[in-house]
């Protein structure tokens, strides 16, 4: 059995056959990248612990016609506090976290 990186807050999930990082963000209300990125990125086996962090922030899910832009505006946010901030589309029911401070 493998453990990752400890993070504050949130929980602990020992994995079984067929979970995903999405499907773990979701038990726990939050974003599959944050997730992947906490606990070193790679693949996992049935039995491993994944560690997950209580993100600060909104969690949004996107909706038809979203853009980051416009999920910008609607928080009062920059669209660096929207996370993953690398995305440039957003898809329906896509999980973010909306960071920051509204302005």
Partial sequence: MRIYKISHGGGIHRVREGDTYASIADKFDTVAEIVKAENGGGEFMAGDLVFVSDPQGVLYTARPLDTIAG?????????????????????????????????
């Fill in 71 to 103: 999920i910008a505006k609607k928080f009062n946010v920059s669209p660096n506090d929207i996370f993953p901030a690398d995305i440039e589309n957003v898809y329906v029911g896509q999980k973010l976290l909306i960071k920051g401070q509204p302005k």
